[in-house]
């Protein structure tokens, strides 16, 4: 199994910055694909952003030229950095990692526990 536990969330004015951090423990080699996902009050959970292993990333629409997502490797790290925010980015985020295919091509997902990240005045 993979553990996840994320850190570097909290509260910030509009316009303000905060980065992220998803440190992965446990079957690490299996890890493939890392990203983040996030829920706000009274939504569903929506992608943010992932990133492969070989560095391919890809973005929420709502969150594009404003966060970047970025992986060390070595560490077993993802992280999210935040720029711009605004009120609606106020939410839980949640890292998750996808493994590698296992011999029935099948591969299994991790959560972590969310951190809170609120953006206000």
């Known amino acids: 199994q993979v553990q996840l536990v994320e850190s570097g969330g909290g509260s910030v004015q509009p316009g303000g910055s905060l980065r992220l951090s998803c440190a992965a423990s446990?079957?690490?080699?299996?890890?493939?694909?890392m990203g983040w996902y996030r829920q706000g009050p009274g939504k569903e959970r929506e992608l943010v952003s992932t990133?492969?292993?070989?560095?391919?990333?890809n973005y929420g629409d709502s969150v594009k030229g404003r966060f970047t997502i970025s992986r060390d490797n070595a560490k077993n790290t993802v992280y999210l950095q935040m720029n711009s925010l605004n009120p609606e980015d106020t939410a839980v985020y949640y890292c998750?990692?996808?493994?590698?295919?296992?011999?029935?091509?099948?591969?299994?997902?991790?959560w972590g526990q969310g951190t809170q990240v609120t953006v206000s005045s």
């Open positions: 990133i492969s292993s070989g560095g391919r990333t």
């Open positions: 998750k990692v996808e493994t590698q295919r296992d011999a029935w091509f099948r591969a299994k997902d991790y």
């Open positions: 446990g079957s690490v080699s299996a890890i493939n694909v």
